[in-house]
Nanobody
Framework: QVQLVESGGGLVQAGGSLRLSCAASGRTFSTYAMGWFRQSPGKEREFVAA????????YSTDSVKGRFTISRDNSKNTVFLQMNSLKPEDTAVYYC????????????????WGQGTQVIVSS
C-alpha cells in the first residue's frame, strides 16, 4: 500500500511559478513510476507528466512542455512538479499517482492516488 499526499498548490498570478510536492509512504517508493495529472471543473482528468523509478525517463504533454518539470528524490520519497510561466488554463486540481512498472500517460494504469492540491492561476 502506498499513500500519497500532495502539497504546494495555491493562488498565483499568470506568469508566476509554483512547486508541487507529493510525499509517499512506503519503503518501495523508488520502484514506482510517478505521474502528475490535473482536472478542471467539467473536464476529464488530464495527464501532465510522469517519471520512471530511476528518474531517467520523463515526458509531459505538449501543453506543459518547456514550462513544467517533473523530478523525484527517492531518498525523501517525494516527487515534485515545478511549474513555471503559469497560465490561467493551468488552473486545476493537481493529483499525483503511483504505479509499479514503466511510465504511463493513462490514469487507468495508476494504482495509487493522492487527494489533490488546488492550483489557481489568475489573469
Amino acid at each position: 500500500q502506498v499513500q500519497l499526499v500532495e502539497s504546494g498548490g495555491g493562488l498565483v498570478q499568470a506568469g508566476g511559478s509554483l512547486r508541487l510536492s507529493c510525499a509517499a509512504s512506503g519503503r518501495t517508493f523508488s520502484t514506482y513510476a510517478m505521474g502528475w495529472f490535473r482536472q478542471s471543473p467539467g473536464k476529464e482528468r488530464e495527464f501532465v507528466a510522469a517519471i520512471s523509478w530511476s528518474g531517467v525517463f520523463l515526458y509531459s504533454t505538449d501543453s506543459v512542455k518547456g514550462r513544467f518539470t517533473i523530478s523525484r528524490d527517492n531518498s525523501k520519497n517525494t516527487v515534485f512538479l515545478q511549474m513555471n510561466s503559469l497560465k490561467p488554463e493551468d488552473t486545476a486540481v493537481y493529483y499525483c499517482a503511483a504505479r509499479r512498472g514503466p511510465n504511463s500517460d493513462s490514469s487507468e494504469r495508476y494504482d495509487y492516488w493522492g487527494q489533490g492540491t488546488q492550483v489557481i492561476v489568475s489573469s
